[in-house]
C-alpha cells in the first residue's frame, strides 16, 4: 500500500462517491451550527422540503451574537436583528431536532471549544461548521473545517460534502519553545513566514517536538489559525495526550467501543514516506513571543521589533503596509513595545480555554490593569469559566481589575455589543486584525494570552518576558 | 441559482491585495436571515463615512462605476472567514464576476454556489484588465463562460482555467443538493458501512 499522510487517511475514510473527474461527496460526522451562518440554510431546507439527514451528528449553540455581560438573560441586552438570529437558532434546533446547547445552558459557549469539550470532537472524523475556524478541531486528528451557508444546507440534507482533495504540507517546529512562548507565537509566526494565502488550496499537519509538547489546548490554537495561513484544515496526529483528554468526555465512545475506537485512532498519523507538497521547517527556539503591527495576520513581528515602513516590502504588499500603518496609526521606526494601547481582550476560540486563562492568570497574579484601561476576559465556554471560578482565576482576574464574563464570541468578531470605538487600540488574544474587525476604526494587535495580560499591566505592548 | 453563460459589462477595479471578507461585509450585517439585500453595505467601511455619506473616491461610488458587474482586484480575495454573505453582497450590488490573481479557497468556493463567476488569471493579465477597467463605463469587458474566455475593450483575449464540474453547475443554475440526492444511494451505503466499522461516530 502507498504511504500516506494523515490527511490522505481520514479523507480515503469518508469518500462515499467519487466521480470520473475526481470530485468527492465527503461524508461528514460532525456538523456544527451557529446562529449567524445557518438560518439561511435551514430556510432552504424549509423551502425544498427537505429534513436533516443525520440530526445525531449534527450540534448547535449560539455564540457570535448573545452578550456575553452578566445580565444577558434579559432579551432586552441584545439588539432586535441580534435576538431574531439567536431565536431562529432556538427554532431551528428545536424543528429539526438537533443537539442544542442554548444561551441558558451552562454548556453553552463558543462552538469550537463546546464541540472537544462535550467529546463531540474525536480523531479521524471530520467535522465542518459554517465557521472558518472549524479548522480547530483538526488538533484532535480530524479533517474539519469552514464552510459557507449554502454547504451548511448541503451538509444539513444529505450529510455529505462536494469536495476535491487538497494538497498536502507539512509544518514541522522542531526542538523546545523558550520561556514566555506559546502556540499562539507558533501559529503567528508560521503565518508571518508562509503569508496570508500560503496555504491555500493545502491541508496543514503541524508535527515536530515543539508541537508534540503542547497540551490539547495549544494545539487546538495552532490548528485554530490554520485559515489565516489560508489552509482551510490545520491537523495534528492524535497521540496519548488526545485519548487522554477525549477520553470520558459526555459524547466520547465508551467501554468496547472506547478500545476499537482507539485502534482506528493509533493508525492515524502520517507515513514516514508520504508525499509532501510543501513542506515548512522552523526551529522552536527561533520563535519569540510576538504581535502583528498591520491589518493582515501576516503582519507579524517579535515584540522586540520596530514597526516596519512600506518600503521594506515589495509587490502590492508595499500600498498594503502603507494602508496598514495609517489605519494603525502607526509610525515607522517606533519600537513596538513602545505602542501605547486602550483595551485589552482575552478569550475567543482561539484563546479562550482553560489554559490561556491560566497563562493570563499567572502573569496579571497581584497585579494591577493599568488605570484607564478597558480589560475584560471572555471564557470560551461556560464550563471554563465554571473551572476558572474553582481554580481561584476569576479572583486574580477581577482584583487586577479585569471584567469578568460569561461565555462567547464577544470582542473577537464584535458582532454582539463588545466593540471598540474608531481609533481605540486593543491587545486582542483573537485571530483577526483585519480593519474594522473588532468595531469601525478600531485597532487590532493579536497576540498570545501572557502578552495580552502583560499589556494590561504595562498599558502598551509589553515583552511578556520582562514580566516573569 | 442563476445560470452564467455570458456577461459583458463595466469592470470595476479594486487594486488592493488580501482585501478581507470584514472588508467586502462587515460583521454588523451578518445578522440578517437573508440572502439577498445586502448590496448597499457592498464594502460598506470603504464606501461610507461615520455618517454613513458616500466617500466620493471609493470605486463603486463614481458614477462611472455604479452599475459595475465585474470586479478587477488583487491577490488573495476574500480572505478571512467562511461568511457567504461576502458573495451574496457583491451578487446583491450586481457583481457577477470578480477577476483575480487568486481567491481565498472558502470564498472561491462560496462564489459558485451564488452565481458568480471567480477567475483566475496570471498578475500580468489582471494587470492589464486592471488598467482597462480603469478607463470607465466606456471600457465594457466580456467574458465567455463557455469558451473561457475574456475580452477586453482593446479587442485582446485572455483564456481561463475552471474546474469542469463547477462551470457545468454555474452554466446551467444548478443546484447542489438536488446533484448530490441524485448519489442517495452511495450514501446509504456508506453510512451503513461506517456504522459497523466506526460505531461510536
Known amino acids: 500500500m502507498s504511504p500516506k499522510t494523515l490527511y490522505d487517511k481520514i479523507w480515503d475514510a469518508h469518500v462515499a462517491h467519487e466521480a470520473d473527474d475526481g470530485t468527492c461527496l465527503l461524508y461528514i460526522d460532525r456538523h456544527l451550527v451557529h446562529e449567524v451562518t445557518s438560518p439561511q440554510a435551514f430556510e432552504g431546507l424549509r423551502m425544498t422540503g427537505r429534513t436533516v439527514r443525520a440530526p445525531d451528528k449534527t450540534i448547535a449553540v449560539p455564540d457570535h451574537n448573545v452578550p456575553t455581560t452578566l445580565d444577558r438573560a434579559d432579551a432586552t441586552t441584545m439588539t432586535e436583528d441580534s435576538r431574531i438570529q439567536v431565536e431562529a437558532l432556538d427554532k431551528n434546533a428545536k424543528d429539526f431536532g438537533i443537539h442544542y446547547y442554548p444561551v441558558s445552558d451552562v454548556r453553552q459557549g463558543i462552538v469550537h471549544i463546546v464541540g472537544p469539550e462535550q467529546g463531540w470532537t474525536l480523531p479521524g472524523m471530520t467535522v465542518v461548521c459554517g465557521d472558518s475556524h472549524t479548522a480547530t478541531h483538526g488538533a484532535f486528528g480530524s479533517l474539519a473545517h469552514g464552510i459557507g451557508t449554502s454547504e451548511v444546507e448541503h451538509v444539513l440534507a444529505t450529510q455529505t460534502l462536494i469536495q476535491r482533495k487538497g494538497k498536502n504540507m507539512k509544518v514541522e517546529i522542531t526542538g523546545k519553545l523558550a520561556p514566555g512562548v506559546t502556540a499562539k507565537d507558533i501559529t503567528l509566526t508560521v503565518i508571518g513566514k508562509t503569508g496570508t494565502a500560503g496555504g491555500t488550496g493545502y491541508v496543514i499537519e503541524y508535527c515536530g517536538e515543539a508541537i508534540r509538547d503542547l497540551s490539547m489546548e495549544g494545539r487546538m490554537t495552532v490548528c485554530n489559525m490554520a485559515i489565516e495561513g489560508g489552509a482551510r484544515a490545520g491537523l495534528i496526529a492524535p497521540d496519548e495526550k488526545t485519548f487522554d483528554y477525549v477520553k470520558g468526555r459526555p459524547h466520547a465512545p465508551k467501554g468496547a467501543q472506547w478500545e476499537a475506537a482507539l485502534n482506528w485512532w493509533k493508525t492515524l498519523y502520517s507515513d514516514d514516506d508520504a508525499h509532501w507538497d510543501k513542506v515548512i521547517t522552523i526551529k522552536g527556539e527561533d520563535i519569540a513571543p510576538v504581535v502583528t503591527w498591520g491589518t493582515s495576520p501576516e503582519d507579524v513581528l517579535p515584540i522586540t521589533a520596530n514597526v516596519p515602513a512600506a518600503s521594506d516590502f515589495t509587490g502590492g504588499k508595499v500600498d498594503a503596509a502603507q494602508r496598514s500603518l495609517e489605519y494603525m496609526g502607526l509610525t515607522p521606526g517606533t519600537p513596538l513595545s513602545e505602542v501605547e494601547i486602550d483595551t485589552v481582550f482575552i478569550g475567543s476560540c482561539t484563546n479562550g480555554r482553560i489554559e490561556d486563562l491560566r497563562a493570563a492568570a499567572a502573569i496579571l497574579k497581584g497585579k494591577k490593569v493599568k488605570d484607564g484601561l478597558r480589560a475584560m476576559i471572555v471564557p470560551g465556554s461556560g464550563l471554563v469559566r465554571a473551572q476558572a471560578e474553582e481554580e481561584g482565576l476569576a479572583d486574580i482576574f477581577k482584583e487586577a481589575g479585569f471584567e469578568w464574563r460569561l461565555a462567547g464570541c464577544s470582542m473577537c468578531l464584535a458582532m454582539n455589543p463588545d466593540q471598540l470605538s474608531p481609533g481605540e487600540r486593543c491587545a486582542a488574544t483573537s485571530n483577526r486584525n483585519f480593519e474594522g474587525r473588532q468595531g469601525r476604526g478600531g485597532r487590532t494587535h493579536l497576540m498570545s494570552p501572557a502578552m495580552a495580560a502583560a499589556a494590561a499591566i504595562t498599558g502598551r505592548l509589553t515583552d511578556v518576558r520582562e514580566l516573569m | ?201
Not at chain 2, 440572502?35 to 458614477?63: A, S
Not at chain 2, 479557497?105 to 451564488?114: E, L, P, T
Not at chain 2, 475552471?162 to 453547475?169: E, G, I, Q, S
Not at chain 2, 446533484?179 to 461510536?200: C, G, N, Y
Request: one cysteine or more; hydrophobic letters at 40%.
Open chain 2, 1 to 201: 441559482m442563476d445560470p452564467f453563460n455570458t456577461l459583458t459589462g463595466i469592470a470595476a477595479p479594486l487594486p488592493l491585495i488580501n482585501i478581507d471578507t470584514d472588508m467586502i461585509i462587515p460583521k454588523q450585517f451578518l445578522k440578517t436571515i437573508k440572502r439577498t439585500g445586502l448590496g448597499v453595505n457592498l464594502f460598506d467601511e470603504m464606501r461610507y463615512d461615520d455618517d454613513r455619506n458616500e466617500i466620493p473616491t471609493f470605486v463603486l461610488n463614481k458614477p462611472q462605476y455604479r452599475d459595475a458587474n465585474i470586479l478587477v482586484t488583487g491577490e488573495n480575495f476574500g480572505c478571512g472567514s467562511s461568511r457567504e454573505h461576502a458573495p451574496w453582497a457583491i451578487k446583491d450590488f450586481g457583481i457577477s464576476c470578480v477577476i483575480a490573481p487568486s481567491y481565498a479557497d472558502i470564498f472561491y468556493n462560496n462564489c459558485f454556489k451564488n452565481g458568480i463567476l471567480p477567475i483566475v488569471l496570471p498578475q500580468e493579465q489582471v494587470d492589464v484588465l486592471m488598467k482597462d477597467a480603469e478607463k470607465g463605463a466606456n471600457a465594457r469587458i466580456s467574458i465567455d463562460l463557455e469558451a473561457q474566455t475574456i475580452t477586453n475593450s482593446e479587442g485582446e483575449v485572455f483564456s481561463f482555467e475552471v474546474d469542469a464540474f463547477k462551470k457545468h453547475c454555474l452554466m446551467n443554475g444548478l443546484d447542489d443538493i438536488g446533484l448530490t440526492m441524485e448519489k442517495v444511494a452511495a450514501i446509504d451505503t456508506f453510512e451503513s458501512t461506517a456504522a459497523q466499522s466506526r460505531p461510536w461516530v
